[in-house]
């Protein structure tokens, strides 16, 4: 009898290990060493991709943690896999630690239980996080709970060749009779690219009275109303478009290239630190130059999340707080790093760290704060969900 009774004891199932408390940092910090972060972000930029192969570089320095950039396409990609990770029952151990997160995907991944957290704000370095003043508790008006953490700032710029283009273009309507007056001369990403739907998001915005509308959940019975004008908008602009509209690039660096190729002399941003840093990195013209639109631009925080499966989800933790260090962040901000805007509260730093923000040259062809102007809250996800898959409906003919 004794030797079932170890038998049974050795075939029993073992409980799953409980996941660490992100409140507990020495904890963290010991079980991250010697830990793999496999981080899956977009991969689209070369820039980009230098400062994530930075952040492994000092992780591992300080922390013993192993950052593996695993390049995407689309976010969408991600999610998938966690979920059929889920479905086949792998709760442990998953291919994904995290993921460069926004919108209807964060989303996606909250409703259907697919994160660990909360954990952001228990981070040390979300005390020098701007809770106040910038969007880092809501992603395109979900809130956050803690289930990611912020790492970057971002509002929509357009970028203009002044040598061609010399004037700001204050409006959708004014970009349209621009281009109708100038065809061939502006384009914009393909969706789904994220840049792609951005500038839907941007036009319906800028063209509505009221885009409070889009704060809530799209319904049968007020999303066909409400996204008219954006429609009317593109048929219209749409044949005005670099190759009649016919193609477009399929991603923002793409774009870009068209600029520095002379085939536009417009573009779309999520980083108003962009052409500067393009300009540094000989991918822009000197001549680039960036504007906002007259009623503002949408903004957003980009985040950070952990799946629930992860087996690294200390190392995770341990990157994601980095993100936020200002160390990270003042580099991040380098117009010839990044040109990202920062997710930190200046008054909460010390004076050491605020002196090196302020030494920061931003450039000419970056918009100071001010210039930047009101920011335009992104509308809830459940929009562009469907205005993504309508337009390729109705537009995405490509070759």
């Not at 793999?36 to 930075?54: E, Y």
């Not at 010399?166 to 621009?178: C, D, H, V």
């Not at 061939?184 to 800028?206: E, I, N, S």
């Not at 670099?242 to 573009?267: F, H, K, M, S």
Request: proline share 7%; charged share 20%.
């Amino acid at each position: 009898m004794k030797h079932l009774a170890i038998l049974a004891a050795l075939l029993a199932p073992v409980p799953a290990l409980a996941d660490i408390d992100p409140s507990n940092w020495d904890a963290v910090t010991t079980e991250a060493e010697g830990q793999t972060v496999f981080w899956n972000a977009w991969g689209g930029s070369t820039t980009t991709n230098d400062f994530i192969a930075w952040v492994g570089e000092r992780v591992m320095a300080d922390y013993g943690v192993t950052l593996e950039h695993v390049k995407l396409t689309d976010t969408a990609d991600a999610v998938t896999r966690v979920l059929s990770e889920k479905q086949a029952g792998e709760d442990d151990d998953g291919a994904i630690d995290m993921i460069w997160i926004n919108g209807a995907n964060f989303a996606a991944m909250k409703d259907a239980d697919l994160l660990f957290g909360p954990y952001a704000e228990q981070l040390p370095n979300w005390a020098v996080v701007d809770v106040d003043g910038k969007t880092v508790q809501t992603d395109f008006t979900v809130p956050t709970e803690g289930y990611e953490s912020p790492w970057a700032m971002a509002q929509v710029v357009f970028i203009h060749d002044t040598a061609d283009l010399a004037e700001p273009l204050g409006s959708m309507q004014a970009i349209a009779e621009w281009s109708a007056a100038n065809p061939g001369r502006f384009t914009y990403p393909q969706p789904p690219d994220f840049l792609g739907t951005t500038f839907l998001k941007q036009a319906l915005v800028d063209l509505l009275d009221d885009p409070s509308v889009l704060s809530v959940p799209a319904t049968d019975d007020t999303y066909d109303a409400v996204t008219a004008p954006l429609w009317a908008f593109l048929d219209d602009l749409t044949p005005t478009l670099w190759r009649e509209g016919r193609a477009y690039p399929a991603t923002g660096p793409a774009q870009l290239q068209l600029i520095a190729d002379g085939e536009v002399d417009l573009a779309i941003s999520f980083s108003p630190g962009e052409a500067t840093a393009a300009i540094a990195n000989n991918q822009l013209p000197p001549t680039a130059r960036t504007f906002v639109l007259d009623k503002g631009t949408i903004g957003n925080a980009s985040f950070v999340a952990v799946p629930y499966n992860s087996g690294s989800k200390a190392g995770a933790m341990v990157v994601a707080n980095f993100l936020m260090s200002p160390e990270a962040q003042i580099r991040a901000q380098n117009p010839e790093i990044l040109g990202y805007g920062t997710v930190l509260d200046m008054d909460a730093l010390s004076a050491e760290d605020r002196a090196a923000f302020d030494a920061l040259e931003l450039g000419v062809a970056t918009l100071s704060p001010a210039e930047l102007g009101a920011v335009q809250g992104e509308p809830h996800p459940s929009w562009m969900t469907r205005i993504a898959d309508d337009w390729m409906q109705r537009y995405g003919v490509s070759e």
